[in-house]
Each structure stands twice: as structure tokens, then as C-alpha cells.
């Protein structure tokens, strides 16, 4: 008999979503129709300039060869260019810029890079999944601070944390803005964190996967615009979100070069890169697709204002998020008891509404569920009516 211990997938709890994924597919198979606000999967087409210009590139036989895991070289002078037009930063192509099979990819294979088991890391609570599972795998130990509203109060307690541990974190992992929380920052935010960071010398690892889905004026910084943070910073995007390019696996981590140069040398054990002719389309996608992005983060405000507009007038208060394209909403008192797992079941059953509960970014988030807006304004305003149900009675 074959030994079924498996280190690394056993350190990994039960997927929580995928409870919610089989309770909705079995809905769907009895003939429900659900509305699905679950998973942050982008609902709408990439812009056609992207996908004409995988179908011309993908024609030249010379890009089906292995392509170059640090990404081609246009495409880091295009992430280049990306970074320094919307962000004001400059970045070496050689050494500042690694290409990734979307960002997830990434963030997880840095961990593995660069961590050990002696290593601990500070990662916000609640948070996108890989940024604390990533540092599992890696076999590091992880530090959860909860996120507070008010930025400072957590930035302090970050820093309590530090100085409270016997072996010092090795790393801090940043999302803003942030999913699932929507919480956004500010650049003195980002400047507190660096100061930490260069005061007891830690990494910082700040994921910007939303900075393109803001709204009501408000412009989600760069961590790399605080001077000096490439000392000790990197951060992440990815193509998946504001360019609706979820299945492509495009992203990209800029910064710091020593470690640029750990996850580069990790990925060329591990992969070959993204087949060439997607990062030729995601050039374009970079390069000219700027009015694209604007029309997609429309998109999204006029859900987030159906939304929440919705809800508010249902009697669920919800306040409006400034980025990204999600609603993190607490659960309604009446159903607080039940936590956010058995909260979301019933949304299904009863509202026929999916939304992933809470507790799967972490047990900070057991008190709410996060809605994705991955279906229309109508499709949204059958799933207020559909909620409407469950607060009434
Ligand atoms: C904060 C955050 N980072 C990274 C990702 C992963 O994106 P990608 O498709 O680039 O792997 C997501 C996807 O939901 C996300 O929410």
C-alpha cells in the first residue's frame, strides 16, 4: 500500500467555494436558475483588438515553440511603459520585471522561492486565498493580522506584531484594494509600510490586482511610487481582472531585483511561460486598450451602484465600495449566527443567489459574504428580489 500522507496538498484545508460550486451546479442541474455572484470571474468578451491579435499571432508557426518564462522581452518593455503611464514609475526590463501565468502563479512560486520553514510572514485577514496558502505551501508559518477600517490602526498593529515576535517575520503580503474586503488605501499608507519595512528588514509584497477598477475619483496607488520601495517591494497585476483576460494567465510581479531574480530563477525550473502568441496579444492589451479598461470599470460601477442601491433599499446596508469588483457585505443579524458558509447555502436555496461566504479568505471573514459583479444590472436587480425574500420573513 502506497503512503497516503502527501505533506504539501495535506497542509491545504477543503477549498470552502467549492462546497458552494457543487451546492450551485446541483441547483443549475434541477433546473434553478442562479444567479451567480460567487467567483471573481470576469463575465464579459477580452476586447477584440486582444483576441485578433492572438489569432494573427498564433498563425506564425515560430511562436509555437517553448516561449520565455520571464515573459518576452516586448512585453516587459510593455509593462514597462504600462507602469511608468499610470503610475509614474520606471522600471529595468531586465531586471525589475518577471512575466507570470496570471498573478496567482506568481505570488505562489514567490513564496516557494524565497521561504523556509524557519521564515514566519505577516499577511492581512481576510484576504485573497493564495497569499496565505502560498506561504503554507512554502512551509513557512503565517502571522494573520486582522484588517482594521481605519488603515493606521492596522499598519500599528502590524508593526506590534514585529516587535512581538521572537523570530522576526521575513515578509509582509498586501492587497489593496483589497479583495474580498474592497478596503482601499492611500499613498500614505503605502509609504507607513515601506518605512516598516525598511526599518526592520522585511519584504513587502503588495498585490494591485484592482488598481484599475476604481471609482468616484478615487486613483489606487502603486506601492512602487513611494521612493525607495524597490529596496525592498515588489508588486503584482494582472491582465485578468480590468482587461477581462481571466483565462489567458497573464500577469506580471516589478520591483525589486533581487526578488525579480528568486522567482525568475524559480520559473525557469518550472515553466516555459505563457505561449507566446497570448503575451503578443497582451502587449496589445497594454499597450492600446486603456479606453477598453475604462468602459470594463464602468461596467462595474453601474453593478456596484445596482448592488448596493439594492440592498441598501431592502433593508441590508451596504456601503458603496471605491474599487474593485466586489460588494463585501456583513450578514444580516438575523442570520449572523449562522456564519457565513451556512449563510451563503441558504442565499442559494432560498434567494437563488451564490456568493462566497466569508470564511474562505479567512476566519476574519466569517461575519460576512462577498458578492462578485459578474452578472448584469438585471441579473443583479432578480438577485436583490431574490434576497428580499429571506430578510422580510
Ligand atoms: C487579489 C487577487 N490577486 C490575484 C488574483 C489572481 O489573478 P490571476 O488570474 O492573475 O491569477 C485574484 C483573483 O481573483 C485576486 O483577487
Redesign the pocket.
Known amino acids: 500500500m502506497p503512503d497516503y500522507k502527501f505533506d504539501n496538498a495535506d497542509k491545504l484545508p477543503p477549498y470552502i467555494f467549492s462546497q458552494i460550486n457543487e451546492i450551485k451546479s446541483k441547483a443549475r442541474s434541477d433546473g434553478q436558475d442562479i444567479i451567480d455572484l460567487g467567483m471573481?470571474n470576469p463575465d464579459q468578451p477580452t476586447p477584440d483588438v486582444v483576441v485578433d491579435k492572438l489569432i494573427e499571432t498564433v498563425r506564425n508557426p515560430l511562436t509555437h515553440r517553448y516561449s520565455q518564462s520571464a515573459g518576452i522581452p516586448k512585453l516587459r518593455l510593455a509593462i514597462s511603459d504600462w507602469y511608468s503611464r499610470k503610475h509614474g514609475v520606471d522600471l529595468d526590463c531586465e531586471n525589475e520585471i518577471v512575466t507570470c501565468m496570471?498573478?496567482?502563479?506568481g505570488?505562489a512560486h514567490l513564496s516557494l522561492a524565497t521561504l523556509s520553514s524557519e521564515d514566519s510572514v505577516i499577511v492581512q485577514s481576510p484576504t485573497?486565498p493564495?497569499h496565505s496558502y502560498g506561504v503554507v505551501i512554502a512551509g513557512a508559518k503565517l502571522k494573520s493580522i486582522p484588517l482594521k477600517s481605519n488603515l493606521d490602526d492596522f499598519v500599528n498593529d502590524i508593526e506590534t506584531a514585529i516587535l512581538s515576535s521572537v523570530n522576526k517575520p521575513k515578509m509582509i503580503i498586501l492587497?489593496f484594494p483589497s479583495?474580498p474586503t474592497t478596503q482601499s488605501a492611500d499613498i500614505s499608507f503605502f509609504k507607513r509600510v515601506v518605512d516598516i519595512g525598511k526599518k526592520y528588514d522585511i519584504w513587502i509584497i503588495h498585490?494591485l490586482?484592482?488598481s484599475d477598477i476604481v471609482f468616484d475619483g478615487y486613483k489606487a496607488p502603486s506601492i512602487l511610487e513611494v521612493e525607495g520601495a524597490k529596496d525592498i517591494a515588489v508588486e503584482?497585476f494582472?491582465l485578468?481582472?480590468s482587461y477581462n483576460m481571466?483565462g489567458w494567465?497573464v500577469?506580471f510581479c516589478c520591483g525589486n531585483e533581487d526578488l525579480i531574480k528568486a522567482l525568475k530563477k524559480i520559473k525557469s525550473y518550472l515553466d516555459y511561460g505563457t505561449f507566446t502568441p497570448i503575451q503578443v496579444a497582451a502587449i496589445k492589451a497594454l499597450n492600446d486598450c486603456d479606453s477598453e479598461v475604462d468602459k470594463i470599470c464602468n461596467m462595474y460601477k453601474s453593478r456596484r451602484d445596482e448592488l448596493c442601491e439594492g440592498l441598501n433599499r431592502i433593508g441590508w446596508p451596504i456601503e458603496k465600495p471605491l474599487a474593485t469588483m466586489f460588494v463585501w457585505a456583513r450578514i444580516p443579524s438575523k442570520y449572523e449566527h449562522l456564519g457565513s458558509l451556512e449563510f451563503s447555502k441558504l442565499l442559494i436555496s432560498k434567494s437563488k443567489v451564490a456568493v462566497s461566504p466569508g470564511a474562505g479568505f479567512g476566519a476574519d471573514g466569517d461575519k460576512f459574504v462577498r458578492f462578485s459583479l459578474i452578472e448584469n444590472e438585471q441579473r443583479i436587480r432578480q438577485a436583490v428580489r431574490g434576497i428580499k425574500n429571506i430578510l422580510g420573513s
Open positions: 471573481g496570471g498573478s496567482k502563479e505570488i485573497y493564495i492587497n479583495n498585490d490586482a484592482y503584482f494582472t485578468s481582472k481571466p494567465r500577469g
